[in-house]
């Protein structure tokens, strides 16, 4: 990943990421949380009413739902998981946010 690359198909200067985001890692570890908070927001708006049976399926439905409306979501916690068994600092902030 090269981060001019990033910055051109974000249709931004490339100074202007490196402004909010000094390091590549920076950048990936943003994206990281932006990616864990949206999954955490969506898991977190089904409430906690309803049998164990009704729960799982609600969380099943939402996630389904949230595969097709936002399939980069997942791309994005594939990639996560994979750097988190080699970087120590996205195993950290797997563990952090319990994904």
Do not use: W
């Not at 099943?60 to 936002?70: K, R």
């Not at 994005?76 to 600092?89: D, F, H, K, Y």
């Amino acid at each position: 990943m090269r981060v001019r690359d990033v910055a051109r198909q974000a249709g931004i200067n490339g100074a202007t990421l490196h402004y909010y985001f000094p390091t590549k890692e920076d950048l990936i570890q943003a994206v990281a949380e932006y990616t864990i908070e949206r999954l955490r927001a969506t898991m977190m708006s089904l409430g906690g009413s309803g049998s164990p049976a009704e729960k799982i399926h609600a969380h099943l439905t939402a996630l389904f739902h949230l595969m097709h409306a936002e399939p980069e979501i997942f791309v994005v916690l594939t990639e996560i998981s994979l750097r988190a068994q080699r970087q120590a600092v996205m195993h950290y902030l797997l563990q952090q946010n319990e994904v």
